[in-house]
């Protein structure tokens, strides 16, 4: 019997993600794994990892281990999973967690085409500025850029050796040679922090991410000597897009919120977006919200209310038909101005600060 | 029509040649086409290159060049192809280029699983020696190790943008991860001296190497700015398997040799080897020797006889009847011997001088 994923706020996404632990072999995540979670822990967005009891039990018992993630500078934007990302960083950090965040700009060049001297700039000037305004403490994570990393550079091609082709198109679901390259590069930089010292170390990442996961503990499992604790990760569902389909994409950009973007544009978009709302008032009066497909909900749930007491409150009152539709898109362009207003804030004020980096020295 | 190629010592391998011309592409090498041709070239062993003409210019008008090659360090031993490999380098060395030779150690990692540090003692140990022995001149010459050098890696992943996995196989027949990244590592060292400056340059290669070649050809091609010269290569044929096949192969050791290889086993290979001697003593006399075929003398043109009025001598005497095969045997074996230990010796010789080798500096 599979546990059910506990979403008390109720979401129409239940299926699709229980389909994703299956096929994928994922464990199910416990709210009360790990101590004092996060939103989006305690809200069933996190909602699966791989070996996440290590990580637990680092915790708990003080011991040394490792989070880490990658910027893709392949623009100047990130989106709400990016978010997400950092959210989860922030919490392990917060919980002991030695902390790497990478500039995969060799994966930028070799899967996406971006000059590396490119995504160096947009790493410096967008990125990570971002990241230190979503909550990264800059004071306590060691920055490094992939291609200035030999000793990641050299280990992705030793790694190389452990993989077939046919194996690769099996996770990836497909292959090319850039492909290749950049995964190989990420297989080593999900491994670096153990390079020196054999400690548990955890990925935060979207689901669709997970095939650098795999493949790295893939080529883990392979190596002779027993090198590496096999990488754990952390799932994050999707925000959903605005028309209410399983995942934002800029292919639909009046469904998709990038951060930052123009508030107008944000809060259009919200009033435009996919509500719960009855088709009359008295209907909804009557029988109250559909919640599980609001989206403004969603991403009020998600993203815009920190209290559970505050969300609580507008759950029930719009559930219940006492608040309406226009009521709780009100309620979510106010809190999404606040947060997108923070956030440019945010940016500015960490781009001042960006001489204090604490990038990896090479040798 | 098609020029034949010439051989004035007459070869069986014609046929095979011409097609591999004829399906890569390639230029006929022309024994005019350079000044003072070495051994190689002037028996027709060097056959053919591509883009030729730049570099025979470029000796001419004393301009600008660089002649580039790696070592592959996955074991102990080379072959003849190397032997030829390193006197072409010194042919161009001596001739006015820039003479770089890389030492493939993501390769020897990423295709064959050969550690990083293995390969770098085994360059160290023996290749680089073996290299000066054959008559590399180390005071013009710089070396690097790929592992170290962060602008090769950081192209390698750069160009892995420009090909497709199907275009990929059709230059290589296969593909899998650790061969497409050494491959991408290859190009990116070939181009390497034109980094800082667009200058022509040569590589000579074994034709089984050619695919790199076309790799690299191809990737110039699809870069934005003329930013790089279409690298030129010159090949050589085989060195015949013993038994009379096209290529010594370690699947066949009875008919390969190794450089260095104990004398004895060497002498006993050549004996056995196959011969143009005629089934009685009596036809031999009268018929002469079917040169052709007899690996002995083939060893000898392409490796041991340094002088053309020697070689001829033993041509005619043996063509004619006057030298039998044993006869022949016989000197090729003095002068395998002489060879061996000579190489020998100076592998040893040049160890002493392994500190005096030019390094890239690297940031």
């Keep these: 019997m599979k546990q059910k994923i506990i979403d008390p706020w109720g979401s129409e996404l239940l299926e699709d993600y229980e389909k994703i632990i299956k096929d994928f072999g994922l464990e199910i995540f416990g709210k009360s794994l790990f101590p004092n979670p996060n939103r989006i822990m305690r809200r069933g967005i996190v909602f699966a990892g791989r070996d996440l009891k290590i990580i637990s039990d680092a915790i708990k018992h003080n011991k040394k281990f490792y989070v880490l993630s990658g910027i893709m500078p392949s623009n100047d934007k990130i989106h709400f999973g990016t978010k997400m990302v950092v959210e ?22 070799s899967a996406r085409g971006v000059a590396l001297k490119e995504a160096r700039k947009r790493a410096l000037e967008f990125h990570i500025p971002a990241y230190v305004a979503l909550g990264l403490d800059i004071k ?34 497909s292959a090319d040679p850039g492909k290749i390259m950049a995964a190989m590069a990420q297989v080593a930089d999900i491994l670096y922090p153990q390079f020196k010292e054999r400690t548990p170390g955890i990925i935060p990442v979207g689901i669709d991410q997970d095939p650098h996961i795999r493949l790295t503990r893939d080529i883990v499992r392979r190596l002779k000597e027993k090198k590496f604790f096999l990488p754990s990760s952390i799932y994050h569902k999707y925000t959903p897009s605005l028309d209410g389909s399983f995942k934002m994409s800029k292919s639909k950009p009046e469904s998709c919120i990038e951060l930052p973007e123009d508030i107008k544009s944000v809060k259009r978009k919200i009033k435009n977006a996919l509500s719960g709302g009855r088709d009359t008032l008295d209907e909804h009066r009557r029988l109250g919200a559909v919640i599980e497909r609001d989206m403004a909900f969603e991403l009020m749930k998600q993203h815009l209310v ?58």
């Design 88 to 109: 989860n960083i922030k919490y392990f950090q917060e919980h002991g967690a030695e902390t790497y965040i990478l500039v995969a700009d060799l994966e930028a060049a």
């Design 306 to 363: 920190e209290d559970d007491n505050e969300l609580n409150k507008i759950y029930n009152e719009y559930k219940s038909g006492k608040m309406t539709s226009g009521e709780l898109k009100e309620i979510a362009c106010i809190k999404m101005e606040d947060f997108m207003n923070n956030f440019v804030k945010g940016i500015e004020q960490a781009r001042k600060h960006i001489d204090r980096l604490i990038f990896v020295k090479f040798k």
């Design 140 to 173: 306590k994570t060691t920055f490094y850029f992939q291609s200035e990393n030999k000793e990641v550079m050299n280990n992705a091609y030793e790694f190389a050796k452990k993989i077939t082709l046919n194996e690769f198109e099996a996770i990836y679901g």
